[in-house]
């Protein structure tokens, strides 16, 4: 009986495809290996998004080479690391529809992509260079999934997409999914403060099912960094969107991403970080060092923030998130 291994790098969307290549595998009469010395077969799902992520890959690969896998790569690839890789691995497979059924894990959670890719265009983000354009499913077959999956007892549905509260009419698929007969909870990622609308924080409050954390990508406390990364938003119009949000929601928990060390991201600039922080009080945080991707119009500034002033920022930031707990 021939054994697969995945491993996966990235965010919850890569976790997703994981499943669903396992799904894919299985029906092609594969069994899954509890470690990857077992392994006939081994997958790797990469995520472009950071160097350090990549920089992993190609430790990944020497160290299964030494094993005689077949080797494969799949997941969000720029082409220029698809060039890197082309003679080192056997095998790379484009992105698995994210429509494809999946082998949820066992332990009561799923994930559910609703939609991919991007349409923003955030100035360091290899996201719509990978997925491509935003690309939504439908209603009925995120209903019907959602339904089966409650059936089988899953206690949480997590739905996921690179900016998942664009999907259109996001607010009416939560009051449908809210309706569903059953004891469960809903929780959404990633969302983009540009699409957090009256009308979805409105439907939130109302939900019984659906989860107070809110995931609200900031990613800046200074306003010409902001501007510098295409967010299309400005620090006063994100305390105001928290305001409303705390209002109409009084238990709701706003969680967050920030990238520091952006191209000439200033000592000044920074602190306008510490100051939101402060100012905020986020539940929790995800803090990454500004990594130079290829394609992104960040790509062309110089990254001139020194890799240790970049990892101080973000000690800086974890502490205060840590002691914030």
């Known amino acids: 009986m021939k054994k697969y ?66 080797i494969i790569l799949t997941g969000c690839i720029l082409e220029k690391d698809k060039k890197k890789f082309k003679d080192q691995v056997d095998q790379i497979w484009p992105i698995i529809d994210f429509k494809a059924k999946s082998k949820y894990k066992p332990d009561k959670k799923a994930l559910v992509p ?26 009925d077959e995120i209903i019907k999934e ?7 007892g899953y206690k949480e549905i997590i739905l996921l997409g690179q900016n998942v509260n664009s999907y259109q009419n996001f607010p009416a698929l939560l009051q ?3 309706n569903i007969p059953g004891k469960f909870q809903i929780k959404f990622l990633t969302s983009h403060p540009k699409d957090m609308s009256d009308e979805l924080i409105k439907v939130i409050a109302k939900s019984k099912k659906i989860s107070r954390e809110i995931h609200l990508s900031v990613q800046s406390g200074n306003n010409q960094i902001l501007k510098k990364m295409n967010r299309g938003y400005t620090i006063q119009d994100y305390k105001k969107l928290i305001r409303k949000i705390r209002k109409v929601i009084p238990k709701a928990e706003i969680s967050t991403d920030f990238i520091v060390g952006f191209p000439n991201e200033t000592e000044k ?29 960040a790509f062309k500034l110089k990254d001139n923030v020194p890799s240790n002033e970049k ?3 973000k000690r800086i930031i974890l502490d205060m998130l840590k002691h914030a707990q």
């Open 114 to 139: 609703i939609m991919t890719g991007c349409n923003n265009f955030c100035a360091y983000c290899a996201v719509p260079y990978t997925r491509n354009r935003e690309k939504s499913r439908p209603v």
């Open 176 to 178: 449908s999914l809210n």
């Open 146 to 152: 959602v339904e089966a999956l409650v059936k089988k």
């Open 269 to 297: 600039q920074f602190e306008d970080t510490v100051k939101l922080i402060k100012e905020i009080g986020f539940k929790r945080a995800y803090v990454s060092a500004y990594s130079p991707r290829a394609n992104t119009a």
């Open 5 to 70: 291994y995945i491993i996966t790098y990235g965010c919850q969307m890569n976790e997703s495809d994981s499943e669903k290549i396992a799904f894919q595998l299985e029906k092609e009469g594969y069994k899954p290996a509890k470690a990857m010395e077992q392994a006939d077969l081994a997958i790797i799902n990469v995520c472009s998004v950071r160097q350090s992520a990549i920089n992993r890959v190609h430790s990944k690969i020497k160290q299964l080479k030494s094993l005689k896998l077949k």
């Open 311 to 313: 990892k101080r920022r």
